[in-house]
């Protein structure tokens, strides 16, 4: 099992930034997919879900409105859309699959000017 993020960078407040994780070595279409995020000194938190279809999205309320899911369960890859970012959302953002094991190593998000 493998999970790959990518996309991630510095960034200037206002700005935008797209990360991927591509996955393998499990059955990814079958599973729900979550991102979370990790800040210097802080615990882990959920940034959302987006179930094994790609229908059906939940976000946490710090990012609802700023932050899209999506999925393309051809290439095995979820995608994290960050828009409107704030210097309060930067941190290590992760992919996993949810009630799983299944996680990356993560990419780092700075949001700074």
């Known amino acids: 099992v493998q999970l790959v993020e990518s996309g991630g960078g510095l960034v200037q407040p206002g700005g935008s930034l797209r990360l991927s994780c591509a996955a393998s070595g499990f059955a990814f279409s079958s599973y729900t997919m979550s991102w979370y995020r990790q800040a210097p000194g802080k615990e882990r938190e959920l940034v959302g879900h987006?179930?094994?279809?790609?229908?059906?999205?939940n976000y946490a309320d710090s990012v609802r409105g700023r932050f899209t899911i999506s999925r393309d369960n051809a290439k095995n890859t979820v995608y994290l859309q960050m828009n409107s970012l704030k210097p309060e959302d930067t941190a290590v953002y992760y992919c996993?699959?949810?009630?799983?094991?299944?996680w990356g190593r993560g990419t780092q998000v700075t949001v700074s000017s």
């Open positions: 996993g699959a949810r009630f799983t094991t299944y």
């Open positions: 987006i179930n094994s279809a790609g229908g059906t999205t």
